[in-house]
């Protein structure tokens, strides 16, 4: 007996609607009606006939999109803004988009293409993951001496972001001429460079008030298009108005906090007049990397793994274990005690404990 009989029988012998009913469910839930050719869904199709445009800014108006040298406020489809979920924003700054044209100054975003590369952070909720930028080729991670404070932790969250992101970083430190005055500063400084050069990541030395550094500066950026990131206060806008004559606002250190004010308020794609373009992102407060795994610190921390595999377990997580063999090398002076601090912060986190920002809310609390 086939099954069409099967089916037959059972629709005169049932009442017609309940049967109907019954089928459909069986259909939905087959899965073997699901071929290769019917995956499209999960593939990025791009229709081309859409104009292809690029995210150059977002603010409180909209989204800017650039498109064959003028630019368009747009929305965000209706059918994107449903796969947000775990993502704050679903388009960045340097994003290529399709858009609809909807007058001769706005549009709807109706796809985003793949990007090749992107810097992401968690959001302030710590439940989301925030872009930051996207295609761009390198990160210059901006930190300064004095004031603020150089913090090699924060450095490390975004040497891992760029990891994470394919993005080539770049250690830049600003305010060198302060360390004249601050002997306790300088001698931070000096382990810190003695710590992170033999690590291979390139470090620009630099100071907007004087302009050294300027012309390396420069040179780095040109024909490439490079995010500036760090936090409060460092000298992001300063050194890009020195360097490129730009006008991009300042502001100065909260004198209680010695936390910058934030003069940047959104992202912005800028084009560079000796070629090239550069995201000015917004200071941070703090930088907390989105969905962090130990394997990606214990990856990071290539001067540490290197004692590593002579600790006595070899699940050691260096923290307090007995016959470890980077606490070994921390105790006889082979490995960095501000390279230990930064991994054993970063590691905490990625075991479940509470980034920086929460860890000051509790304090204040």
């Keep these: ?33 699901f071929k290769k050719t019917d995956q499209t869904h999960v593939k990025n199709v791009i229709d081309e006939k859409l104009p292809r445009g ?14 064959e040298g003028k630019r368009f406020v747009c929305t965000l489809k209706g059918l ?7 993502a704050k924003n679903l388009v960045t700054v340097g994003d290529w988009i399709r858009f ?6 706005e549009g709807i975003i109706s796809q985003i293409e793949d990007r090749f590369s992107f810097l992401t952070r968690t959001d302030i909720s710590g439940k989301k993951e925030q872009l930051i930028a996207a295609n761009v080729d390198q990160l210059f991670i901006v930190v300064s001496v004095v004031e ?8 490390d969250r975004y040497l891992i972001a760029a990891t994470k992101g394919n993005i080539h970083p770049i250690i830049a430190i600003n305010k060198v001429d302060l360390l004249s005055n601050h002997a306790e500063e300088e001698e931070r400084y000096q382990e810190f460079l003695a710590a992170y050069e033999p690590l291979g990541f390139p470090i620009l030395t630099l100071s907007a008030a004087h302009g050294t550094g300027i012309e390396a500066l420069r040179s780095l950026m040109k024909d ?36 910058g004010v934030h003069t940047t308020t959104t992202a912005e794609l800028l084009p560079l007049p000796q070629g090239g373009y550069c995201v000015d992102t917004p200071g941070i407060r703090s930088f ?25 377990y070899p699940d050691c997580r260096h923290v307090a274990e007995p016959h470890c063999a980077v606490l070994q090398a921390l105790k006889e002076g082979y490995l960095p005690l501000l390279r230990y601090e930064s991994y054993t912060t970063l590691l905490d986190e990625a075991l479940g404990g509470d980034d920086n920002r929460t860890k000051r809310k509790q304090n204040d609390a």
Excluded at 54 to 67: H, M, N, S
Aim: charged share 35%; with cysteine; aromatic share 8%.
């Design 148 to 155: 603020p404070p150089l913090k090699p932790a924060l450095v």
């Design 54 to 67: 690029r995210v150059v800014a977002i603010t409180g108006e909209g989204t800017w999109v650039e498109y």
């Design 100 to 105: 609809e044209k909807t007058s001769s100054s």
């Design 1 to 33: 007996m086939t099954h069409e009989y099967d089916e037959e029988e059972q629709f005169h012998a049932k009442d017609r609607k309940q049967f109907r009913k019954e089928r459909k469910h069986r259909q939905e839930t087959d899965r073997s009606k």
């Design 224 to 259: 490439k298009t490079s995010v500036v990131s760090g936090q409060s206060g460092v000298g992001k806008s300063s050194l890009l108005n020195v360097a490129f004559q730009l006008e991009l606002r300042t502001g100065e250190l909260a004198a209680k906090t010695f936390k």
């Design 288 to 312: 907390a990397l989105w969905d962090l795994s130990k394997d990606e610190v214990f990856a990071h921390y290539k001067d540490i793994a290197k004692y590593a595999s002579d600790c006595h």
């Design 80 to 86: 994107l803004k449903k796969e947000r979920m775990h």
